[in-house]
């Protein structure tokens, strides 16, 4: 096991770093999917808390944080851009009309595929490699701004929401 | 910007995956501060969802989470090692006697304070040491399983009760 004996880093390391996000971000999504084949409809449409968003509207809006993360790190264009202006841009009470829970679960299912294809073969330097949000220009002052940081942050993300959606399940 | 042009890994990346990580966990730390800030004594007392966990129990949890990090990142011993049982062990409908809102508290940024202090003298090289909790021997075929990752999943954790004790803040 020299890679782990070395005190400066080696591409082993780089890939070490690459699939603790990577896990991370599967783990994350993986407890979504799971809890969506818990949720009944009836319990998707209810409030995570009284006064606050339903479980349709949080699945909606994780749906189309991961569709935007397609765009982001370059993976190509989304697949469900229509729901940006209906569970990011906009509150849910708010006159847009939302697909239905069937449609809603495949859209989620189609974009997470998509994702981990790309979570596949994108290499450990591709990771390190500026998102498409950030210019050439910033990327050399911030080098943190890399697509490896932004599937962490959304995963972050996803776990928020996650949590919230968790109160809809029953004891 | 010659470090962002090598094909290879280097010391300077390992810091800036180090500082990722870090970085999300104090964004993730503050905003747990914000919102207790911004919470009445009153709405951490409410339960995040009817029939879930109060404020109070995911208050309690998360600092005993955190005061475990201590531990397993071998920072040190607890600050308040009662809080697993209350918190972590037991749910919040046991006989457990609570400490006040104004204990928790206390101990919440107490133990915070010391994990700050220690992220600041980590060394990159530290953070891709083995955590306490596994040996030597597992720690060979999984290095994954290093102080950084348990950082990063505690971050995750924490994002996922901060979503719900969000619900408890006026929209």
Same mark, same amino acid.
Do not use: C
């Given at each position: 096991?020299?890679?782990? #004996? #070395?005190?400066?880093? +080696?591409?082993?390391?780089?890939?070490?770093?690459? !699939?603790?996000?990577?896990?991370?971000?599967?783990?994350? +999504?993986?407890?979504?999917?799971?809890?969506?084949? #818990?949720?009944?409809?009836?319990?998707?449409?209810?409030? *995570?808390?009284?006064?606050? &968003?339903?479980?349709?509207?949080?699945?909606?809006? =994780?749906?189309?944080?991961?569709?935007?993360?397609?765009?982001? =790190?370059?993976?190509?264009?989304?697949?469900?851009?229509?729901?940006?202006?209906?569970?990011?841009? +906009?509150?849910?009470?708010?006159?847009?009309? !939302?697909?239905?829970?069937?449609?809603?679960?495949?859209?989620?299912?189609?974009? &997470? *595929? !998509?994702?981990?294809?790309?979570?596949?073969?994108?290499?450990?330097?591709?990771?390190?490699?500026?998102? $498409?949000?950030?210019?050439?220009?910033?990327?050399? !002052?911030?080098?943190?701004? +890399?697509?490896? &940081?932004?599937?962490?942050?959304? $995963?972050?993300?996803?776990?928020?929401?996650?949590?919230?959606?968790?109160?809809?399940?029953?004891?």
């Amino acid at each position: 096991m020299k890679a782990q #004996e #070395e005190k400066t880093t +080696n591409p082993a390391e780089k890939e070490l770093f690459v !699939k603790m996000v990577v896990d991370a971000w599967k783990t994350q +999504n993986s407890r979504v999917d799971k809890l969506l084949a #818990e949720l009944s409809d009836e319990q998707l449409e209810s409030e *995570a808390a009284p006064g606050k &968003n339903s479980g349709v509207y949080l699945l909606g809006h =994780l749906a189309a944080v991961n569709d935007g993360l397609l765009e982001i =790190l370059g993976f190509g264009e989304k697949l469900a851009p229509q729901l940006e202006n209906i569970f990011i841009k +906009n509150p849910e009470k708010s006159d847009f009309e !939302k697909p239905s829970i069937t449609k809603l679960k495949q859209f989620w299912q189609e974009i &997470n *595929a !998509k994702i981990g294809e790309h979570l596949e073969k994108t290499t450990a330097d591709e990771w390190f490699a500026r998102h $498409t949000a950030v210019s050439d220009e910033d990327f050399a !002052k911030e080098p943190h701004r +890399n697509k490896l &940081n932004v599937l962490l942050s959304r $995963t972050v993300h996803q776990s928020y929401h996650l949590g919230q959606m968790a109160l809809l399940a029953k004891k």
